[in-house]
């Protein structure tokens, strides 16, 4: 396991710091000119993130550890040191010395802390000394309340503990290719896994800059069940098609490479930047605008149209542990109010008998299921067209009643998981 200097680690701090002080999620504090990432090298820049996550993944059991050693709470700063320190010792097996002498190093440097530095040195090298029997005890993070409660409900307890279970072991790196049927070929080049339903599935945490096939633009990085919306449309070739909410861009290549005349539009210019530098590096085309889904007018009506809504990203948890700490769930009424009025107005742009696949990366059937339950109530003629997810290599569990494919977290244990999706493909009436 390779060590981060002191850079990456007080990085990692900053951003645990604006996570669970400021309430900012990890990519909003990462926004910026003088933010904690902004001055790293690109290594170092991974490695504060990985830090932080791993904290964010491991919180309740880092603190379970270190309250063990501490008479009374440090402020929040001391307790992050701490905190990273203990990570790295219990989890990543990194030499006590090298972590011990990191946190003790950012303590010293705020003023506020400094007088603290003694305290985090006997804390922590008692954790490295006596904290491993209490970690090994520690199960995975519990989800908060506002989210555990709904999935209960809708899904049974048990599925609870078995999303935590997937959450703790955190997300791989899925590729999508621009040709699939090369998958066996790109698996053996890269060592990677072909998952079921095509994807590919790297082993570790590779610098993916730097594989085979990154700068001729043969994949993209997009987790497994991400890339399965595109897929509900089957052969898109020579369709007019329209990806809303499109950036980053993974769906927008999907549908280019399966031969459609794309538009990709997305409320954010910037974002649309990086889809920008996707296409050309894949070599595919789109075109690209940005408008506000609810604003934009065309004369054009369109064969197929994919709709990645904005939604709570409670799907997305295994990869983000950020979320639960920086959105407390109080007010989600505003993005469902949101999610109707994108579904409404993409309606409005399919041709009669054209394709409609809506999508949310939520485990929250509010944002799913319900929400294609209500549209068909406002649109007469619109129906849900049967989806066999075995056919696209998934697994019978994945149907729902009503229509559409959930997948979630705790799918696909052996392999790794899958982040969690709702899918639905409609079809307006001719």
């Given at each position: ?36 990432l902004d001055r790293l090298a ?68 705020s003023p506020k802390t400094t ?316």
């Amino acid at each position: 396991m390779s060590t981060a200097g002191i850079g990456a680690r007080l990085a990692a701090a900053q951003m645990l710091h604006a996570v669970l002080f400021e309430k900012l999620l990890m990519s909003e504090a990462m926004v910026g000119k003088g933010n904690p990432l902004d001055r790293l090298a690109p290594q170092d820049r991974a490695r504060a993130q990985s830090l932080a996550n791993g904290v964010l993944r491991h919180l309740a059991a880092l603190d379970a550890v270190l309250d063990q050693f501490l008479e009374k709470s440090p402020p929040l700063k001391v307790r992050n040191a701490l905190r990273l320190a203990t990570f790295e010792m219990l989890a990543e097996d990194i030499a006590p010395h090298a972590a011990v002498n990191a946190a003790v190093e950012i303590v010293r440097g705020s003023p506020k802390t400094t007088h603290m530095a003694g305290l985090t040195n006997a804390v922590a090298r008692r954790v490295a000394a006596e904290g491993a029997a209490i970690w090994a005890q520690q199960g995975p993070q519990k989800l908060p309340n506002w989210l555990a409660t709904p999935i209960s409900k809708n899904y049974g307890a048990a599925v609870v503990g078995a999303i935590e279970a997937a959450h703790q072991v955190g997300a791989a790196i899925d590729l999508t290719l621009k040709h699939p049927e090369q998958a066996t070929d790109w698996a053996a080049r890269l060592g990677a896994t072909v998952l079921p339903t095509g994807s590919l599935r790297l082993k570790g945490r590779p610098q993916v800059t730097a594989l085979e096939g990154f700068d001729r633009g043969d994949w993209w990085v997009q987790d497994a069940a991400a890339a399965m919306p595109a897929r509900l449309f089957g052969d898109v070739k020579s369709l007019n098609a329209l990806d809303l909410c499109a950036a980053p861009g993974g769906k927008t290549m999907q549908l280019a490479a399966g031969g459609a005349k794309v538009t990709a539009l997305d409320i954010s210019a910037d974002r649309l930047g990086r889809v920008n530098e996707n296409l050309t590096r894949v070599k595919l085309n789109a075109r690209v605008i940005a408008a506000d889904v609810l604003q934009f007018e065309t004369d054009q009506r369109y064969d197929a149209i994919l709709l990645d809504a904005p939604c709570s990203a409670t799907g997305t948890i295994r990869r983000h542990p950020d979320l639960p700490f920086a959105k407390d769930g109080v007010d989600l009424s505003g993005l469902f109010e949101l999610q109707a009025a994108m579904l409404d107005k993409a309606l409005q742009l399919l041709k009669p008998g054209g394709r409609l696949v809506y999508c949310t990366c939520s485990l929250l059937p509010r944002e799913g299921e319900t929400q294609i339950a209500q549209a068909l109530g406002r649109h007469d003629g619109l129906k849900v067209l049967d989806i066999d997810p075995v056919a696209l290599g998934g697994d019978a569990v994945w149907s729902v009643a009503g229509g559409g494919l959930r997948l979630r977290p705790d799918y696909w244990p052996d392999l790794g998981g899958m982040d969690g999706f709702y899918m639905v493909c409609l079809q307006s009436p001719s």
